[in-house]
């Protein structure tokens, strides 16, 4: 095993259930990534390299730490850490013997396989436009002396990973000047034009809130992409940005690939997978998946991920592919892809908006859940379980999948299996729909994706916090960070999250009754990424209802929305309570009180129990009663809804409603009541409209407008507005309006 090898060779060791890996530094145990420190992986593979031999603790001192002028405590202390990565506890001593007084030595059998020296392929084997990477020198904060050795002793840990991604690195003089962010820019397209190097990355170190935090830029690839990470250590925030941005680059493979390509590639794809699963930019990975998907040696986990991102695409490809997966399990002899060919085609009929289907799949996947296991791909395959019951309306048994899944990650260390959990926590806070409680679960989760580069998990925090301060009526906190969320969605590639963002963002300016910024939204929706799926079509269709509702097409808007309203209703996070209310408002705005009735009747007979689902409830048959004159039983209703919808879209809701029925029954509020609707009234028109009502002392009254005996509150004829002040001739209740214009 001592036979001298290329120092880029890749190694990899296998003794029991455990994987070593030399190039990628990993140390892989039952099918799961393992945490090590790097002295402790160094010291693990230097007494594997010796074949059984005894090895002295100098040699472990002169070989492992450099002769540094460290005690020999250090030792016991990293082969502790061995035995706890390989799971052993106790006085279990497992593969690793202490020799008393000696040293130590490795005296497990090993399997050893050493792939192809990467320096001993031919140029043409390598696509020229990775070739070659300039990584400039990391700028580090002038007053931080502690730090100085960043500048340039990043560059060494890049140079590592990149080198095992088959991608080579060219560093600048130690002494070169450093490029501040401003310059970084026209110094990286100058280089590029010069063509000397096929990208360029910079690098800035500083500290933020006790944290280490790393920024790095990269030119090339035909893009740019600016990160921002935090981190206990600069040198593993390093290791991450080179992880992240040879992800990146290696996206950029060309498809057209030859056979000798293809095989190369091959072997290095299950790692890059990995990362980008860690990374949660699988969906970026779809090009590369495609191309490789139907080699006779694709990896089995290769199969399953390219189902899952054409099955969420709802893509013509993914039936095909789900066929793979099942001959894969029958040939091979493996339930677990059968599990998971099940889960695609539920998740292929879910976002195809055929929840009967997708149901029926989904309990068939169930039952089979435990097969997973075998392939190493458990969490996931439980997170889509309650991902997939969560979007059908079963909250109940979503919570359990949700609960098994945070069991069974506690006792794992593997990063992405972490990341199923903080999803299935985003998810859980979303479909819960009470966003104005706490910001705190978001921010905790936006922490841990950034400090993790989980781009997506971080979009999808940053969309809880925009939806706090949009129920609680900071709506400029809420585009802004809405805003971030979508750059931050783009970047990843993973077009949910994005079409998620996008259409809370119209949601929003819809309630605000923003018309120009809606249409803005309505454009960008209708993009044909969004639009090639039936989940974006429907999105944008709603959104172009609340659309022509601005511009006062109630008719149109109404018939619109009752097309969408089948294929969105209930339809888990992608269906806002509030907008139930909004149909009804609709129908009855244009005295269609059958078409308000058959909205509380659908409402009324979908999935059970959550808050605002019952508050809403109570809200559309106070709107109904509202409109048949009863106004006790409408305010009886409001009452009712009120305690359901605390800390949701829905409380606003309720308090302008109670208004607008006061004035409906004679009573004269005062601007007090408004006061802690501050941002709801001034920056939404119903609320400006029932501002003024309020503040002018106006009262709803009968109106000669020929439309009806009655008044349309908030309409506007001519530029007049249809609303009178009271007068002593005239007291008592109003007439009932059609609609009562509120935040929806």
Known sequence: MNKKISDSAREEFRFDDVVLRSDTRELWRAGQLQ???????????????????????????????????????????????VRKALGLSGRTTGPIKTIHRIGYRFIQAVEREVHPDPAAQSEGDLPAALQRVLWLNTVVPPDHGSLAWARTGLVPVAHHVMQAHRLQTVSVSPDADPVDAASFWPLARHRLEQEDVHAVVGTWLTIESAQFALTWCLAGAGEEHTRHLLGDSPAELALRAATEIALVLRLHLPQSLTATQREQYLQDLLPLVRAAEQHQLIDRAGPLLLSLADHPRCPPAIAVELAVVLARRHHAAALPQVQRLQALAR????????????????????????????????????????????ENLHPRALYAAGHLRAHLGDRGHAQEHWSRLQATVASSQDPSAAACVDLARTEQLLLEGRHAIDQSPFSDLLLRARQRGQHPLAAWAQIGMGLHHACAGRFDG????????????????????????????????????DRSRLHAYLLRLREP????????????????????????????????????????????????????????????????????LRTLQKAEAGPPGSSPRRAVVRLMKALLACHDRQMPVALDHVH?????????????????????????????????????????????????????????????????????????????????????PLTAAEPGPATVPSQLPLPL
């Open 35 to 81: 945490a090590i420190e790097r002295r402790s992986f160094d010291l693990l593979l230097y007494l594997i390299r010796q074949e059984g031999r005894v090895v002295s603790k100098e040699e472990l001192l002169q070989n492992v730490w450099g002769n540094q002028f460290v005690s020999d405590s250090v030792i016991a202390q990293s082969i502790m850490k």
């Open 331 to 374: 040939r091979d002899k493996r339930p677990g892809l059968d599990t998971w060919s099940q889960q695609c085609l539920a998740l292929y009929h879910l976002y195809g908006r055929q929840p009967a289907l997708a149901r029926l799949y989904a309990t068939q996947a169930e039952a089979m859940l435990d097969d997973t296991k075998a």
């Open 478 to 513: 809420a585009l802004e960070a809405l805003d971030a969320a979508e750059r931050c969605a783009d970047q990843s590639g993973e077009w949910r999250v994005t079409l998620y963002g996008r259409w809370q963002q119209a949601l929003l300016a819809a309630r605000m009754g």
């Open 529 to 596: 990424m969004f639009t090639a799926s039936p989940l974006g079509r429907a999105l944008a269709q709603w959104i172009e209802a609340r659309h022509l509702a601005l511009e006062d097409r109630w008719n149109d808007a109404l018939a619109l929305s009752s097309l969408t309203l089948p294929q969105l209703a209930d339809f888990g996070l992608w269906w806002p309570e509030d907008q139930w209310l909004w149909t009804v408002q609709a129908a009855l705005r244009v005295e269609d009180r059958t078409a308000a």
């Open 640 to 724: 009712a809804a009120q305690p359901l919808a605390r800390d949701s879209f829905l409380a606003p809701v309720c308090q302008v409603l109670l208004v607008w029925l006061d004035l409906l029954m004679g009573q004269r509020p005062g601007l007090d009541r408004l006061d802690n609707l501050h941002h709801w009234i001034v920056q939404t028109r119903s609320g400006r409209l029932l501002h003024t009502v309020v503040r002018e002392g106006l009262g709803l009254a009968r109106t000669d407008s020929g439309l009806r005996s009655g008044i349309v509150v908030g309409a506007m004829a001519g530029g007049t507005a249809l609303l009178t």
